[in-house]
C-alpha cells in the first residue's frame, strides 16, 4: 500500500530563513507527487505539483521541490520564508497509472516568526 | 466562479444516530473526492467518484460508510449508526477529469458523535 511520510510535524523559523519539509513516500512504480497547504482559516489548496519531465519543480510563492526518485522523496524548499508562510503544510502522491486515490502525509505546520 | 462547498459545516449527533454530508463539486469537474482528517492528521482518502460511479472506495473504513453521486454533480456521504471514533472533519474535493489534476478543497464539515 502506498504511504507517505513527513518527517516534521513542526518546524519554527524566522523570517528570512530557508525551508526544507521532508517528504518520503513508498511506491514502487510511476507516481504523481503534489504539496498541498492550509493557511490558517482556509482550504486546503494545491502550492506545486510533480507529474514528469524536470524533477525540479516551481510552485507558488516562491517554493520549489524536487523529485528524487532513488530517494523516494519530494521535499520541499523556500530560499527565504516569510511570516505569511505560517500554515499546515501537506505531501500527497497518487499512482501514476492507478487512477485518482491521493494518500497525504500527516502534515507538517510551520509557524514563522516575524 | 464558485468553489466546493459542503453542507452543514458542523453537525453534532448523539452514537448510533444515522447523518448524512452533502458535497457540491465545482461545475464541470468530473471527479470528486471524499476525505476524513482527524485532528494532527492528514486527509484520510475514503472514496472518489468519477462521473456517477464510484471508481474506487477502498478508503470506506466500513459497510457503515456510503456515498453517492446519482447525477454526476452533488454527492453525499452517509454514515450510519454513527460512532464516537466517526467525530473528524469530513473533506469534499474536486477536480477536471485527468489523472492528477489539483483537487479543489471545500472547507469542510465538523462532525462530532456525543
Known amino acids: 500500500a502506498q504511504s507517505v511520510s513527513q518527517h516534521n510535524h513542526h518546524v519554527i523559523l524566522s523570517e528570512a530563513a530557508s525551508l526544507e519539509l521532508g517528504c518520503n513516500y513508498s511506491y514502487g512504480g510511476t507516481v504523481n507527487l503534489f504539496w498541498y497547504v492550509q493557511y490558517p482559516g482556509q482550504h486546503l489548496q494545491l502550492l506545486l505539483k510533480?507529474?514528469?519531465?524536470?524533477?525540479l519543480v516551481k510552485g507558488i510563492k516562491g517554493f520549489e521541490a524536487e523529485f528524487i526518485k532513488s530517494k523516494f522523496s519530494f521535499n520541499l524548499r523556500k530560499p527565504s520564508v516569510q511570516w505569511s508562510d505560517t500554515a499546515e503544510y501537506f505531501c500527497?502522491?497518487?499512482?501514476?497509472?492507478?487512477?485518482?486515490?491521493?494518500?497525504f502525509g500527516a502534515g507538517t505546520r510551520l509557524f514563522v516568526k516575524a | 466562479g464558485a468553489g466546493v462547498s459542503q453542507t452543514p459545516s458542523n453537525k453534532v449527533t448523539e452514537k448510533g444516530k444515522y447523518v448524512e454530508l452533502r458535497c457540491d463539486p465545482i461545475?464541470?469537474?468530473?471527479?470528486l473526492y471524499w476525505y476524513r482528517q482527524s485532528l494532527g492528521q492528514g486527509p484520510e482518502f475514503l472514496i472518489y467518484f468519477q462521473g456517477t460511479g464510484a471508481a474506487d472506495d477502498s478508503g470506506l473504513p466500513n459497510d457503515r460508510f456510503f456515498a453517492v453521486r446519482p447525477e454526476g454533480s452533488v454527492s453525499t456521504l452517509k454514515i450510519q449508526r454513527t460512532e464516537r471514533g466517526d467525530s473528524a472533519v469530513y473533506l469534499c474535493?474536486?477536480?477536471?477529469?485527468?489523472?492528477?489534476?489539483?483537487?479543489?478543497f471545500g472547507p469542510g464539515t465538523r462532525l462530532t458523535v456525543l
Open positions: 510533480y507529474f514528469s519531465g524536470d524533477p
Open positions: 500527497a502522491v497518487n499512482a501514476g497509472t492507478g487512477g485518482f486515490k491521493t494518500i
Open positions: 461545475s464541470g469537474h468530473t471527479a
Open positions: 474535493a474536486s477536480s477536471l477529469g485527468e489523472v492528477g489534476n489539483e483537487q479543489f
